[in-house]
T-cell receptor, first 114, second 116 residues
Framework: KAGVTQTPRYLIKTRGQQVTLSCSPI?????VSWYQQTPGQGLQFLFE???????NKGNFPGRFSGRQFSNSRSEMNVSTLELGDSALYLC?????????????FGPGTRLTVL | AQSVTQLGSHVSVSEGALVLLRCNYS??????LFWYVQYPNQGLQLLLK??????LVKGINGFEAEFKKSETSFHLTKPSAHMSDAAEYFC??????????????FGKGTKLTVNP
């Protein structure tokens, strides 16, 4: 079974721009979560989608948004990029997003904001 | 709210020595606990998870962890370190509430160095 895939793997943007990251979950998984990883803050939860609905959201500004499509693929968007948005963005999929479900992570998208 | 504390941001061991990575959690409900490993420039890979069955959990690559409710701990161990174990390790807690949509709350991570 193919794992979680994320595209692109690397991105370089400038302040003020916007960016869209993509995540394809493991086949059959309906829950997709997004996390931001930085050296200072560690791994922080952004949001979780299930059946095209956002069910849970972390403590991030409204510039961070996402969506999920009917095939469970998900995208996240960051508008008006700031230097502090430079991070590794990780996507994880699970069967149904329950607490006992294992979340399988993709390789991440490394975003650099200049 | 759930939280995780990993004692020691860096741990260094010799090849063949015992690996012990410490994790303490705080949770207002029975927790589900996870250990993940991250190699450079890669995502997170699950090592093992505790979901209220056996308190001693065996994972991949010879790792195991023991859930101790009285100590609110879930330390990760491996009897004999291998060079390939060098990576960053993250402990995480999930809240265990009903209804799905659980997020993982991660510790800050422990970087393991294995010396030849």
């Amino acid at each position: 079974k193919a794992g979680v895939t994320q595209t692109p793997r690397y991105l370089i943007k400038t302040r003020g721009q916007q960016v869209t990251l993509s995540c394809s979950p493991i086949s059959g998984h309906r829950s997709v979560s997004w996390y931001q990883q930085t050296p200072g803050q560690g791994l922080q939860f952004l949001f979780e989608y299930f059946s095209e609905t956002q069910r849970n959201k972390g403590n991030f500004p409204g510039r961070f948004s996402g969506r999920q499509f009917s095939n469970s693929r998900s995208e996240m968007n960051v508008s008006t990029l700031e230097l502090g948005d430079s991070a590794l963005y990780l996507c994880a999929s699970s069967l149904a997003g329950k607490s006992t479900d294992t979340q399988y992570f993709g390789p991440g998208t490394r975003l650099t904001v200049l | 709210a759930q939280s995780v504390t990993q004692l020691g941001s860096h741990v260094s061991v010799s090849e063949g020595a015992l690996v012990l990575l410490r994790c303490n959690y705080s949770s207002s409900v029975p927790p589900y606990l996870f250990w993940y490993v991250q190699y450079p420039n890669q995502g997170l890979q699950l090592l093992l998870k505790y979901t209220s069955a056996a308190t001693l959990v065996k994972g991949i690559n010879g790792f195991e962890a023991e859930f101790k409710k009285s100590e609110t701990s879930f330390h990760l161990t491996k009897p004999s370190a291998h060079m390939s174990d060098a990576a960053e390790y993250f402990c995480a807690v999930s809240s265990g509430t009903q209804g799905g949509s659980e997020k993982l709350v991660f510790g800050k991570g422990t970087k393991l160095t294995v010396n030849p």
